[in-house]
């Protein structure tokens, strides 16, 4: 197979996986991005919760402060669906093809020919840094392409930008 | 480009970056010196649309100046009009190298593109009604990235020819020093559509008699409900506006509109009035649509659209028998036949629990050159995308789709179109989604070279002239 020259097994597994049992080896997401999920929700929504509570203890009397307990149901059931979300995003990385599966209700399945990446994009924001995760963004000529890798280790993320650098360029075809 | 402002698009390449490979002493070359004139209306309409959109102000100020000042304002007016496109015409370059166009433009903020020319995705020869009379032509290029075309207006009508024949040609991979002389590739009629039959097909459109209809009835109705003469007309320009470019103005872009096919890919000549001479180089066409109005389906007439990547126009065909637009986008795509409509394979009944009736309208069909799927009941929509342009596949499901279990298939190409075949069964989806990915990567290898007269077999051109 024409790897080319990858310095981890673990990625020569990967690509040559295919061929052993016709279906891709997935990988899913490291845990972080659900823990930066999850402490974002319950930060914000036990925020607005004490807020709510408060507000309405003050002026409509301590019986309107349950509704309150709104935000926090939310909150529970947010902690249930990030869960959900999370598990369903995975991604495989084919000989030729790199696969993105993602969502539950809303599925989405994407393949993109690593001959036809225009660029690969790896960002971090503020708070992604402070959990060590990076997004790796895939841009083909099609704006339409949404393949994007959220929550990965830095250098998961980076290992993957020069993985896909290079296949894309050893089979980089015009438009 | 006209705009000294516009910035560098991404379809160019930086100054100096190839500087290393070419031969010394490049020609440029001016455009024509009736440019000026054409430049020198921007101040003037900027000053007519100021009095156009304040029409009291504008009478009161006029009221106020006296003829002297009046003429002594048009006279600096109509001199800096002058300056300005004199100017903007002394400091505009553009030079034809071996791999690259090079425009160089702008008096406060230069502005270099260097376009390569492998990239070139057409190249239209545009002559509005004035420039005709003037003996002058546009040069418009389509580049990937690129915002908006990049054009030389204007250029002698036989240089604008010439530099056209010699793009192509360089773009096509000859020598650059034999490109001059290569000149214009033969070309040969594929078809001519009568004017009878174009406009006899835009009044079997209501968009045509729609926008007729709107521009009729609703000036007197806001007469009824204002009185106001302002509003009237405010509403009546623009709708009447609207109804004259849909019927008329489509009729006189479209009359006399005549495809040829050439080594150089397809001509498309058109126009009554302004005419259009546009070349779409062979492999840049992403997608082939088969449009089929249902007032049209009686004659069995059909249009035909191509999406080019960087490129706004898209008709090939305005109007055509079915057989013969068939036969153009064979040219077109080469090796493709088009899937007859019982060939298309339905979505399965429990579709139409998600969209009833229309369901009907969809169907697909992959061919071993082409992904198509048919969409729309009434005026149906059959898209081409040959599987080498086939930029990502996509499946998506939402949860009513789950419901019934199906799911849609989008396939994006590099014109920034996305073809969807709708309401597949999952288990068939997904096999698509698979396939089409394999297919697209298979189809790739087969694909022609950027330089399309550099083939496979290496030995240049076939005798062009």
């Known amino acids: 197979m024409e790897t080319g020259s990858v310095e981890e097994g673990r990625a020569e597994d990967r690509a040559a996986g295919r061929a052993a049992g016709g279906e891709p080896v997935w990988t899913a997401l490291p845990p972080g991005l659900l823990r930066m999920r999850r402490l974002l929700l319950v930060v914000w929504l036990g925020l607005i919760a004490v807020a709510a509570g408060v507000a309405l203890a003050m002026t409509a009397g301590p019986l309107w402060s349950a509704c309150a307990l709104a935000p926090v149901a939310a909150a529970a059931w947010g902690w249930v669906l990030l869960g959900r979300n999370w598990r369903s995003w995975r991604y495989a990385e084919r000989a030729d093809d790199l696969l993105i599966s993602r969502g539950v209700l809303w599925h989405e399945e994407t393949v993109v020919p690593y001959g036809r990446m225009q660029l690969v994009e790896v960002t971090s924001g503020p708070v992604e840094r402070r959990f060590g995760l990076a997004t790796v963004q895939l841009h083909t000529a099609a704006a339409a392409t949404d393949a994007t890798i959220p929550g990965l280790d830095p250098a998961e993320a980076e290992r993957l930008r020069d993985r896909l650098t290079e296949l894309g360029e050893a089979r980089s075809a015009g438009l | ?465």
């Open chain 2, 1 to 465: 480009m006209t705009t000294p402002d516009d910035g560098t698009a991404a379809g160019e390449v930086l100054a100096g970056e190839r500087a290393v490979q070419e031969p010394a002493g490049v020609t440029e070359r001016r455009l024509h010196p009736v440019t000026p004139l054409r430049r020198a209306w921007a101040p003037v309409t900027v000053l007519a649309g100021w009095a156009v959109h304040d029409p009291d102000q504008t009478q009161r100020q006029l009221t106020r100046l006296t003829t002297t000042t009046l003429l002594l304002g048009l006279a600096a007016l109509v001199l800096a009009a002058a300056l300005y496109g004199f100017l903007s015409w002394w400091f505009t370059h553009y030079a034809v190298t071996g791999a690259e166009l090079r425009i160089r433009t702008g008096l406060l903020f230069r502005r270099t593109a260097h376009i390569r020319l492998e990239r070139i995705q057409a190249v239209d020869v545009t002559r509005p009604l004035l420039a005709r009379v003037a003996g002058v032509a546009k040069l418009k290029l389509d580049v990937i990235g690129a915002d908006k075309k990049d054009e030389l207006a204007f250029l002698g009508e036989a240089e604008a020819c010439a530099l056209r024949a010699e793009l192509l040609a360089r773009a096509a991979g000859f020598a650059p020093d034999t490109a001059q002389e290569v000149g214009e590739a033969p070309a040969r009629e594929l078809v001519r559509v009568p004017a009878r039959v174009i406009a006899l097909s835009l009044l079997l459109i209501g968009a045509t008699w729609g926008s007729l209809l709107t521009a009729v009835v609703v000036p007197p109705l806001l007469w009824i409900a204002t009185h106001s003469l302002w509003t009237v007309l405010a509403a009546a320009v623009p709708l009447l506006g609207g109804a004259v470019t849909s019927s008329a103005g489509r009729f006189l872009g479209a009359y006399d509109w005549t495809v040829s096919e050439s080594p150089d890919g397809l001509r498309i000549d058109r126009g009554l009035l302004d005419r259009t001479h546009e070349t779409v180089p062979p492999g840049r066409v992403q997608t082939v649509r088969i449009v089929e109005p249902l007032l049209w389906r009686r004659f069995g007439w059909v249009r035909v659209e191509l999406d080019v990547a960087g490129s706004s126009n898209s008709v090939l065909l305005p109007v055509a028998p079915r057989h013969i637009a068939e036969a153009v986008v064979a040219r077109v795509l080469p090796g493709v036949t088009v899937p007859r409509a019982a060939d298309l394979a339905r979505p399965p009944r429990r579709a139409r629990w998600c969209a009833p009736v229309w369901w009907r309208g969809d169907g697909i069909a992959v061919t071993d050159t082409v992904f198509a799927a048919r969409h729309g009941l009434l005026r149906r929509r059959l898209a081409l995308v040959p599987h080498a342009k086939v930029q990502s596949v996509r499946l998506t499901r939402g949860p009513w789709h789950r419901v019934w279990r199906v799911a849609d298939v989008h396939v994006d190409t590099g014109a920034n179109k996305t073809v969807t075949a709708r309401l597949r069964d999952a288990d068939e989806a997904a096999r698509l989604l698979r396939d089409q990915a394999e297919r697209s990567r298979t189809g790739r290898r087969r694909a022609r070279p950027d330089r399309w007269m550099t083939a496979e077999d290496g030995s240049g051109a076939p005798g062009r002239r």
